[in-house]
């Protein structure tokens, strides 16, 4: 059971838009940054959003993210086969004290 | 550029000490405001975080296995070592190491490719 709560699988069209949303607390989404990570099959992750809504340097501007309350959420528009991979949001724990991150969001692009 | 590579036995007998390295280059554990943090994946399943290493010593640990961690740097080396006691089968997963900045919550930006452990007798 993760501390925080992400939907276990979504589906969405190719060139649609899908929201992938992660639940927390106070002790860890409330008061810290959230950062989402893309896993492709068979690859380690990769860092896609940091401080709630900001890209590193090469993520396409497909990929967004915010933050209100206790509860984050990653977008992707424009939704691509390619984009076919899991999603995990993690964050800080100040109660804790731990990193935690999400059960992960398997991600089809049917 | 940032690189991160795991290395370490890829099968271990249950109740024995599992020993990674990280092994890394383009940045310098000497650095003000550097960590390292490792992160394991058992297998078809979530990211679970272990622990975190930064430039000034400091260490954080998951508090579950708290007991059984512990985490070393050799800055000379560019390495940084964990150390899991009484390996279970549970254990089995893909063992990750990855640079993160202090205070950036779970913001880890670059990853090594992962190490697959096993445990069985």
């Known amino acids: 059971q993760s501390v925080l709560t992400q939907p276990p699988s979504l589906s969405a069209a190719p060139g649609q838009r899908v929201t992938i949303s992660c639940s927390g607390s106070?002790?860890?989404?409330?008061?810290?940054?959230v950062s989402w990570y893309q896993q492709l099959p068979g690859t380690a992750p990769k860092l896609l959003i940091y401080?709630?809504?900001k890209r590193p340097s090469g993520i396409p501007d497909r990929f967004s993210g915010s933050k209100s309350g206790t509860s984050a959420t990653l977008g992707i528009t424009g939704l691509q086969t390619g984009d076919e991979a899991d999603y995990y949001c993690?964050?800080?724990?100040?109660?804790?004290?731990?990193?935690?991150f999400g059960g992960g969001t398997k991600l089809t692009v049917l | 550029q940032i690189t991160l590579k795991e290395s370490g036995p890829t099968l271990v007998k249950p109740t024995q000490t599992l020993t990674l390295t990280c092994t890394f280059s383009?940045?310098?554990?000497?650095?003000?405001?550097?960590?390292v943090g490792w992160i394991r994946q058992p297998p078809g399943k979530a990211l679970e975080w272990l622990a975190l290493?930064?430039?000034?010593?400091?260490?954080r640990y998951s508090p579950s296995l708290k007991s059984r961690l512990t985490i070393t740097k050799d800055t000379s080396k560019n390495q940084v070592v964990l150390t899991m006691t009484n390996m279970d089968p549970v254990d089995t997963a893909t063992y990750y190491c990855?640079?993160?900045?202090?205070?950036?919550?779970?913001?880890?930006?670059?990853w090594g490719q992962g190490t697959l452990v096993t445990v069985s007798s």
């Open positions: 990855a640079h993160t900045p202090r205070g950036s919550g779970a913001r880890f930006d670059y």
């Open positions: 383009g940045f310098s554990l000497s650095t003000s405001g550097v960590g």
């Open positions: 401080d709630n809504g």
């Open positions: 290493i930064y430039w000034d010593d400091d260490k």
């Open positions: 993690g964050t800080w724990d100040s109660s804790l004290r731990t990193v935690v």
């Open positions: 106070s002790s860890n989404i409330g008061n810290n940054y």
